[in-house]
């Protein structure tokens, strides 16, 4: 373990972001506070500081129990901070990550497979419509 750790970097092997250009981004974007105030990537964590962080899916309110200098397993990771952030708040997350689409077109909803697509045509098909040399 390292005695100073960039915020940036311990947030990216906590987990909270799939990568370190993500976690600095949103650090950029003021989107990562400690006490109220933004913070700067370069920051050095401490234990016992206070985060909240905004993600695209949801809040975090975390407290730094411990250091981390490189990315570890998920269940590893989450006992070196103490997840802070409201029931209501996890609630919302989890009922928004529910209700979107993911954009994955149902089974059997939407574009015809080819199968389909040739019956299609077979059923429709009449004598003398096909263009020109395909008959």
Known sequence: MKEKLRIDKYLWCIRIFKTRSLAADAI???????????????????????????????????????LLDHRVQYTEAITYYDDLTPIEEKDKAAYQAFSFNTGKRQSKVG????????????FTDEPGLHPEGTE
């Open 28 to 66: 950029d974007r003021g989107r990562v506070k400690l006490n109220g105030d933004t913070v700067k990537a370069s920051r050095a964590v401490v234990i016992n500081d206070e985060y909240d962080i905004r993600t695209e899916s949801r809040r975090w309110i975390i407290r730094v129990k411990g």
């Open 111 to 122: 574009r015809p497979t080819k199968k389909q697509r040739r019956d299609l045509e077979d």
